[in-house]
């Protein structure tokens, strides 16, 4: 039973361009949430999604990044015209519903490294 | 907004000296507080949740406890395997997402 899996697992973009970081959610999970990790800082949230929709994404930037978690395939986070301010590891994980009791499934993270 | 503060931000400690690692939060409406652990290089682990002031969870030599304004990680009789970052995170009100802390970095020698 695969465990959530993310891709690229490394990434480097030169300043610009653009990420798009991909996320597949345990077997049977149909909600999938993106956190993003600065070196010495703490997980913040960015977004949580269910199967074509987006439920909460008041932790997102407004501008350059979005999501989407469509009815088949990954869900996938873009990051356009990267800033080295973007440089970080982000974490995507899933639940099979709502989050009730704090269980997320993480995945083992996407280091985009912006030179 | 909701708050979350972790202490010691490093510990370092004997294999077998036990000690407590701190979580402290502001939250308006505790719906959970939950314990993560998380290995360099990779995503975090679920460890514990706890819902309400005196409850208490253990796993192996970890046992996590919840007052109304703080929770703290036991560790007793560690091992260098237990070394790691200790997330502590709170869900509140009607929101679905986790609010973590920056964690404390665990390190046990022998």
């Known amino acids: 039973n695969a465990g959530v899996m993310q891709n690229p697992r490394h990434l480097v973009r030169r300043r610009g361009q653009e990420a798009r970081l991909r996320c597949s959610p345990m077997k049977g999970h149909s909600h999938v949430y993106w956190y993003r990790q600065l070196p010495e800082e703490g997980l913040k949230f960015m977004v949580y999604l269910q199967k074509e929709n987006i439920i909460d994404e008041s932790g997102m930037p407004k501008e350059r990044f979005s999501a989407e978690f469509p009815k088949e395939g990954p869900s996938i986070l873009r990051i356009q015209q990267v800033v080295r301010g973007d440089s970080a590891a982000y974490f995507c994980?899933?639940?099979?519903?709502?989050?009730?009791?704090?269980?997320?499934?993480f995945g083992e993270g996407s280091r985009l490294t912006v030179l | 907004e909701d708050q979350v503060t972790q202490s010691p931000e490093a510990l370092r400690l004997q294999e077998g000296e036990s000690s407590s690692l701190n979580c402290s939060y502001t939250v308006s409406g505790l719906r959970g507080l939950f314990w993560y652990r998380q290995d360099p290089g990779k995503g975090p682990e679920f460890l514990f949740t706890?819902?309400?002031a005196g409850e208490e969870k253990e796993k192996e030599r970890l046992k996590a406890t919840l007052t109304k304004k703080e929770s703290f990680l036991h560790i007793t009789a560690p091992k260098p395997e237990d070394s790691a970052t200790y997330l502590c995170a709170v869900q509140a009100g009607t929101a679905s997402k986790l609010t973590f802390g920056t964690g404390t970095r665990l390190q046990v020698t022998l």
């Open positions: 706890l819902y309400s």
């Open positions: 994980a899933s639940s099979p519903g709502q989050l009730n009791t704090g269980e997320l499934f």
